[in-house]
């Protein structure tokens, strides 16, 4: 069988620890997960970076594994045949240089066929994906279908990729980035052993009114030049309901208004801030062109002369 070097695949020395080897592992299988990643061979490379997981993610396998790499055969990558490490037991068949799965051949060992005495289980891995929802779901929570792509072996024991389609709870609060956990709907187990877990990233759909930074909103509120410079009361829909707002006299476009309290909806709720757009009229009658010539005669106002014009 060729020898994979699993340790180059996840970018990582033959001596890293079992935590640095899973860091490396999650770090890239979010990178290049077919339901996260653009990358073109994003396919291929989940499956070889699940595989090379499946082997270094675990004290059994990556013992023989290793055992394997210090063999004369590994180290020119040709084929070659799998010797078991010391004191592992009896039982373990020895693979020929025509064997052409390296990954199958190696659980093999590892894993069943020649262990008679227990079956080897593995829990399986945790799987990552992204979901998009509205500013609106995340204040008052929702329920979403998703259709995810995931590696799984079939019966000869290659790997494939099927669809699966799962009901989400979006719970109220949720804030773009925070990770929701679906326990058990990972990766399948081998030999009888539970999934992993599912980890759905929260993305917000983008939205021309609100944009949300953390636990704070920010919405854009059109306001009129009588409103903006005289001030008053003015209704505004947000996404937790309409509000009375009180515009200051003298305000321009940009000024912002803090609504303490009304930002995303989380166990410490963050602000809503309205960010006031003065909107002109259109002078597109008669009527609206009279005054419009009014307020450039009667009112003495030069916008630029701030900047020496």
């Given amino acids: 069988m060729d020898y994979k070097d699993y340790y180059k695949e996840l970018g990582v020395e033959k001596t890293a620890s079992e935590a640095d080897i899973k860091k490396a592992y999650r770090k890239l299988v979010r990178k290049y997960h077919p339901d996260v990643s653009k990358e073109p061979d994003a396919d291929k490379r989940t499956k ?85 929802v509205s500013l609106h779901d995340s204040y008052h929570g929702a329920k979403r279908t998703i259709v995810l792509r995931v590696p799984e072996a079939d019966g000869q024991g290659r790997v494939v990729t099927r669809e699966r389609t799962l009901e989400v709870t979006i719970p109220k609060g949720v804030t773009e980035g925070q990770q929701l956990r679906m326990k058990g709907q990972g990766n399948p187990g081998s030999g009888g052993a539970p999934a992993g877990d599912l980890y759905l990233e ?55 208004l803090r609504l ?3 930002g995303i909806p989380a166990a410490q709720p963050g602000d809503l801030y309205l960010l006031l757009e003065v909107v002109l009229p259109p002078a597109n009658d008669a009527k609206a062109r009279e005054l419009y010539e009014t307020m450039a005669r009667e009112m003495a106002f030069n916008p630029r002369q701030k900047l020496g014009a």
């Fill in 48 to 132: 070889e970076l699940n595989e090379a997981y499946g082997v270094l993610g675990d004290a059994e396998k990556r013992a023989a594994y290793d055992e394997l790499g210090r063999q004369p055969h590994a180290q020119g990558g040709q084929g070659g045949s799998f010797r078991p490490p010391p004191n592992w037991g009896s039982g373990y068949e020895s693979s020929s240089a025509d064997d052409s799965d390296f990954f199958a051949d190696l659980f093999a060992h590892v894993g069943g066929r020649g262990r008679t005495n227990s079956q080897f289980q593995m829990q399986g891995e945790d799987s990552h994906a992204a979901i998009e």
């Fill in 202 to 256: 929260i993305r917000f759909q983008n939205d021309a009114r609100y944009k949300a930074e953390g636990r704070d909103v920010f919405e854009t509120v059109p306001v009129t030049p009588w409103e903006a410079a005289l001030g008053g009361s003015i209704e505004v829909a947000t996404p937790s309901g309409t509000v009375s707002v009180t515009v200051p006299p003298n305000s321009q476009t940009g000024r912002k």
């Fill in 260 to 262: 303490k309290g009304r």
